[in-house]
């Protein structure tokens, strides 16, 4: 494109752009600049994207930059002003499609960087009516993708955890209080191995799923205070060069401000342009929770399994049909759609660590893997949840009647005489009981171990809870 002339270029829908590498043709409907399009010509890789949250993300920063900026008499209110309506444009949406840019490009997100300045800068000279801003001078005043994107990294991390993750996670915990209520007196057979246990209350077994997501739930709130640390300040390896003093306490109140969270400067810029181990800790917390979440699933759909050759202690909801050659099949969906969520926030808990380890001296060059990482599993965990949630735990009911009848056959139950006739003569009943398909009282008896009546009198499964 580079051979074109100027009627050519025009003729064309391209208009002819430039940076200190020279001119570039880029798409006349498109507000970006020749650094945008060098990157999105270099880098043809894959079909990832760099998420819409870091957009978003940049946005907010870019704002905030503009304002301290401001507030330290380092940008003129003109600027700043245009700069500010710019960035509520991108953050409504309006200028989507003018961010192309593919996560496997520069490991610092420089370009990515660029695509946010000189697209701000693009529109906000057309809203200006003249040429007010540089992408570089004035849209990236006092700041540096080094400190930029890891930025850009915690606001849209922070803001998914807290604004998304947790939601979600509180709401299916909702869910499991009001099951847990319902099903206080329903008691069932417990099971450990897969292999019968003792006896459990119903509600038991769902207040471990509701201690699971508060246990995450908390795990998740207890690493946003690292992720509410910005880098924004430290310029390009940290020093704060070209940043006026106090530009990045300001710019953290700036976003602090914006997002209505608690973001502050990091005190350290050393660390927070090279090290991503607050990523790492958050990310830490989403794989717990899809530990449990994949726990919570398997748990649900093993309890429906059936409807007749399985464990099918309770029904869940029949949302659509389950084969395209069995008739009146119906499956698990909502627990498989989990259960595979889960499977990838787990894998991506090795990219995101793998990627944190590989700091070099001053900055880590990692950083788009990372967040993409990060970003897909929280998407993931809310998305999941919440369908989770809306199409099948709310729909959760026991099947009292294989409950009692799996209760009644369980020879676990033969642990409440453990009192009146010892642990080896509890396991002959039990072994007897199985070896020859009779009940516990029968081969209890039998074994001449107490007497019909006393084994009525001490054999009670429901007080075994």
């Given at each position: 494109?580079?051979?074109?002339?100027?009627?050519?270029?025009?003729?064309?829908?391209?208009?002819?752009?430039?940076?200190?590498?020279?001119?570039?043709?880029?798409?006349?409907?498109?507000?970006?600049?020749?650094?945008?399009?060098?990157?999105?010509?270099?880098?043809?890789?894959?079909?990832?994207?760099?998420?819409?949250?870091?957009?978003?993300?940049?946005?907010?920063?870019?704002?905030?930059?503009?304002?301290?900026?401001?507030?330290?008499?380092r940008?003129?209110?003109?600027?700043?002003?245009?700069?500010?309506?710019?960035?509520?444009?991108?953050?409504?949406?309006?200028?989507?499609?003018?961010f192309?840019?593919?996560?496997?490009?520069?490991?610092?997100?420089?370009?990515?960087?660029?695509?946010?300045?000189?697209?701000?800068?693009?529109?906000?000279?057309?809203?200006?009516?003249?040429?007010?801003?540089?992408?570089?001078?004035?849209?990236?005043?006092?700041?540096?993708?080094?400190?930029?994107?890891?930025?850009?990294?915690?606001?849209?991390?922070?803001?998914?955890?807290?604004?998304?993750?947790?939601?979600?996670?509180?709401?299916?915990?909702?869910t499991?209080?009001?099951?847990?209520?319902?099903n206080?007196?329903?008691?069932?057979?417990?099971?450990?191995?897969?292999?019968?246990?003792?006896?459990?209350?119903?509600?038991?077994?769902?207040?471990?799923?509701?201690?699971?997501?508060?246990?995450?739930?908390?795990?998740?709130?207890?690493?946003?205070?690292?992720?509410?640390?910005?880098?924004?300040?430290?310029?390009?390896?940290?020093?704060?060069?070209?940043?006026p003093?106090?530009?990045?306490?300001?710019?953290?109140?700036?976003?602090?401000?914006?997002?209505?969270?608690?973001?502050?400067?990091?005190?350290?810029?050393?660390?927070?342009?090279?090290?991503?181990?607050?990523?790492?800790?958050?990310?830490?917390a989403?794989?717990?929770?899809?530990a449990?979440?994949?726990?919570?699933?398997?748990?649900?759909?093993?309890?429906?399994?059936?409807?007749?050759?399985?464990?099918?202690?309770?029904?869940i909801?029949?949302?659509?049909?389950?084969?395209?050659i069995?008739?009146?099949?119906?499956?698990?969906?909502?627990?498989?759609?989990?259960?595979?969520?889960?499977?990838?926030?787990?894998?991506?808990?090795?990219?995101?660590?793998?990627?944190?380890?590989?700091?070099?001296?001053?900055?880590?060059?990692?950083?788009?893997?990372?967040?993409?990482?990060?970003?897909?599993?929280?998407?993931?965990?809310?998305?999941?949840?919440?369908?989770?949630?809306?199409?099948?735990?709310?729909?959760?009911?026991?099947?009292?009647?294989?409950?009692?009848?799996?209760?009644?056959?369980?020879l676990?139950?033969?642990?409440?005489?453990?009192?009146?006739?010892?642990?080896?003569?509890?396991?002959?009943?039990a072994?007897?009981?199985?070896?020859?398909?009779?009940?516990?009282?029968?081969?209890?008896?039998?074994?001449?171990?107490?007497?019909?009546?006393?084994?009525?009198?001490?054999?009670?499964?429901?007080?075994?809870?």
């Open positions: 494109m580079d051979s074109l002339d100027k009627t050519g270029g025009e003729a064309s829908g391209l208009r002819l752009e430039h940076d200190s590498m020279g001119d570039v043709w880029v798409p006349a409907d498109k507000y970006w600049g020749a650094q945008t399009e060098r990157s999105y010509e270099n880098f043809r890789i894959g079909t990832e994207k760099m998420p819409e949250e870091i957009i978003d993300a940049f946005a907010i920063l870019k704002k905030a930059a503009a304002t301290a900026n401001e507030r330290l008499g940008l003129e209110a003109e600027k700043a002003d245009v700069i500010r309506a710019v960035c509520d444009e991108i953050l409504e949406g309006k200028l989507a499609g003018n192309p840019l593919a996560v496997w490009q520069t490991g610092s997100g420089t370009q990515s960087n660029m695509n946010c300045n000189e697209v701000i800068a693009n529109r906000g000279n057309e809203i200006a009516g003249r040429k007010l801003l540089h992408p570089n001078d004035d849209v990236n005043r006092s700041q540096s993708s080094n400190d930029t994107f890891p930025t850009a990294m915690h606001i849209a991390a922070a803001t998914a955890v807290k604004d998304r993750v947790i939601p979600a996670v509180e709401k299916l915990a909702a499991f209080s009001r099951l847990e209520a319902e206080d007196g329903v008691i069932k057979t417990g099971r450990t191995h897969l292999q019968d246990a003792v006896p459990i209350k119903f509600s038991q077994e769902i207040s471990g799923w509701r201690a699971m997501l508060e246990k995450s739930r908390a795990m998740l709130e207890s690493s946003l205070s690292g992720l509410y640390e910005l880098a924004l300040g430290g310029t390009a390896v940290g020093t704060g060069l070209n940043a003093r106090g530009f990045d306490a300001e710019a953290a109140r700036a976003v602090a401000e914006l997002t209505g969270k608690p973001f502050v400067t990091a005190p350290n810029k050393f660390h927070s342009l090279t090290s991503k181990d607050e990523i790492v800790f958050a990310h830490g989403l794989k717990a929770l899809a449990d979440m994949m726990k919570i699933a398997n748990d649900v759909r093993w309890l429906s399994s059936g409807p007749r050759c399985g464990l099918g202690e309770i029904f909801p029949e949302n659509e049909p389950g084969s395209s069995m008739p009146g099949k119906v499956n698990p969906t909502q627990c498989e759609a989990v259960t595979m969520a889960a499977v990838q926030v787990i894998a991506n808990d090795v990219a995101v660590g793998m990627a944190a380890s590989q700091g070099n001296f001053e900055l880590n060059v990692f950083m788009p893997v990372t967040i993409y990482n990060f970003l897909q599993s929280a998407r993931l965990m809310a998305d999941a949840i919440v369908s989770f949630n809306d199409n099948c735990a709310v729909g959760i009911r026991p099947n009292t009647d294989k409950m009692d009848e799996n209760l009644r056959r369980s676990m139950l033969v642990t409440c005489l453990n009192p009146y006739i010892g642990y080896e003569n509890a396991a002959k009943t072994k007897l009981a199985y070896r020859e398909g009779i009940s516990l009282r029968e081969a209890c008896v039998s074994l001449g171990f107490l007497t019909g009546e006393r084994f009525d009198e001490v054999f009670h499964p429901e007080d075994m809870v």
